[in-house]
């Protein structure tokens, strides 16, 4: 068996020459320049179109209740019912009723006797202001039987007004003993059952759903675009794509300071009572346009561990981190609200192996 032998000057120039291959190799490496695709972006006129989401409210709520603590004969409607105006709603005990009549007859007879004694006084006063006058009588008589008028006047406005109070508390029992819906609308609560004593919670909740109202919270950037009148669509999951007419009714004056947002009440005619109070709705409002630069969304990439979303600008042959405030989703583009100059190239590919102000080579 053969042995190569080297001397060793030849064995260092061979240790040298692999020790130069290396460092080739690891240059190489190095020098090895991240290939993107670039693509250059521009202003254009973006409409401003916002989609908010919130729940159906009814425009009032009615509560039907008793003014006093009665038995519950029986209630005619239930959860969920459309009900109208006037409708006879819940029967309850008229004990009272009979007390209230029997109180009326007596004012009544009370006011009777009143008047009669008003008028007998008024016979005598009339007579002794005649005798007084041909020297029959005298002043002081004159004096005293017109006191008694006065007297017998109060006593007739007095039963009058017992009168008037038994009357009402009568008219008051006879309401309470069938009461009615005062609107048109929808019944949404229910506390009571036939048998129970009316307490504190309204025996019946009745919403009226002609107009539905949705209220959203607006950014406050959005205030100045924001008015009385403005026009919105409206679209709900239970009625797939069909579009519904809203229009902005009131606008609150006050921002939420812990989520710098504001409330906007929309009106919703509901005049075929589609609409149920809670239903998940989608408010459309076209707020104009704006000019903006648009990139396309490869462009923009997440910071990992934060919300921040950010775009490589490529300029004289290498690339910039910049950060980025989104605006709308346009297609497979997006609005940028700041961050990117019109006319600029933006990364839309290679973003992964970049780093910020490395050289990189534009590829097509």
């Given at each position: 068996?053969k042995?190569l032998?080297y001397?060793p ?6 240790l040298t020459?692999c020790s130069?291959?290396?460092?080739k190799k690891?240059a190489?490496a190095k020098?090895?320049i ?7 972006v ?6 401003q179109?916002?989609t908010y ?36 709603l ?6 009272n ?5 029997l109180q ?7 006011l009777?006797n009143?008047k ?27 004096d005293?039987?017109?006191t008694?008028?006065i007297?017998?006047?109060?006593g ?10 038994a009357?009402?508390?009568l ?6 003993s ?15 059952d ?7 919670l309204p025996i019946?909740?009745?919403?009226q759903?002609?107009?539905?109202k949705i ?16 026009a919105a669509?409206?679209?709900f999951d ?8 809203g229009v902005?009714s009131?606008?609150?004056p006050?921002?939420d300071?812990?989520?710098?947002t504001?409330a ?6 509901n ?7 809670g239903?998940?709705?989608?408010v459309?409002?076209?707020?104009g346009?704006?000019t903006h630069?648009v ?9 990992q561990g934060?919300g921040?979303?950010y775009v ?14 989104l ?14 100059p ?5 990364v ?6 970049l ?10």
């Amino acid at each position: 068996m053969k042995f190569l032998r080297y001397t060793p000057v030849a064995l260092a120039l061979l240790l040298t020459a692999c020790s130069g291959s290396d460092k080739k190799k690891d240059a190489a490496a190095k020098e090895e320049i991240p290939a993107v695709k670039v693509e250059t972006v521009y202003e254009r006129a973006v409409p401003q179109n916002f989609t908010y989401t919130a729940q159906t409210e009814a425009d009032k709520l009615n509560n039907v209740s008793s003014s006093m603590p009665l038995r519950i004969k029986s209630i005619l409607v239930e959860e969920g019912q459309k009900v109208s105006r006037g409708q006879t709603l819940v029967v309850l005990d008229d004990v009272n009723t009979t007390t209230y009549k029997l109180q009326v007859d007596n004012a009544i007879a009370a006011l009777n006797n009143a008047k009669a004694q008003y008028d007998n006084v008024k016979l005598d006063y009339d007579r002794a202001v005649q005798l007084y006058q041909i020297g029959g009588g005298t002043k002081q008589q004159v004096d005293q039987m017109h006191t008694q008028l006065i007297t017998a006047r109060n006593g007739v406005t007095s039963a009058q007004n017992s009168l008037a109070s038994a009357r009402r508390a009568l008219s008051n029992a006879s309401e309470n003993s069938v009461l009615t819906s005062p609107v048109s609308g929808v019944v949404t609560a229910r506390n009571y059952d036939p048998g129970d004593m009316t307490g504190t919670l309204p025996i019946l909740t009745v919403a009226q759903v002609r107009p539905m109202k949705i209220v959203i919270n607006a950014s406050e950037t959005e205030y100045s675009r924001i008015y009385k009148g403005l026009a919105a669509k409206i679209t709900f999951d239970s009625y797939g794509g069909e579009v519904f007419d809203g229009v902005i009714s009131k606008i609150l004056p006050t921002v939420d300071p812990s989520t710098r947002t504001f409330a906007v009440e929309i009106d919703i005619p509901n005049a075929d009572e589609r609409i149920l109070p809670g239903m998940f709705a989608r408010v459309e409002l076209s707020l104009g346009e704006a000019t903006h630069v648009v990139v396309p969304d490869l462009a923009v990439v997440k910071q990992q561990g934060s919300g921040n979303r950010y775009v490589y600008l490529y300029r004289d042959g290498k690339v910039e981190y910049v950060q980025v405030q989104l605006g709308q989703r346009i297609g497979d583009s997006y609005e940028l609200l700041s961050g990117v100059p019109s006319g600029s190239q933006v990364v839309i590919s290679g973003q992964n192996a970049l780093t910020n102000g490395c050289r990189v080579k534009v590829i097509k």
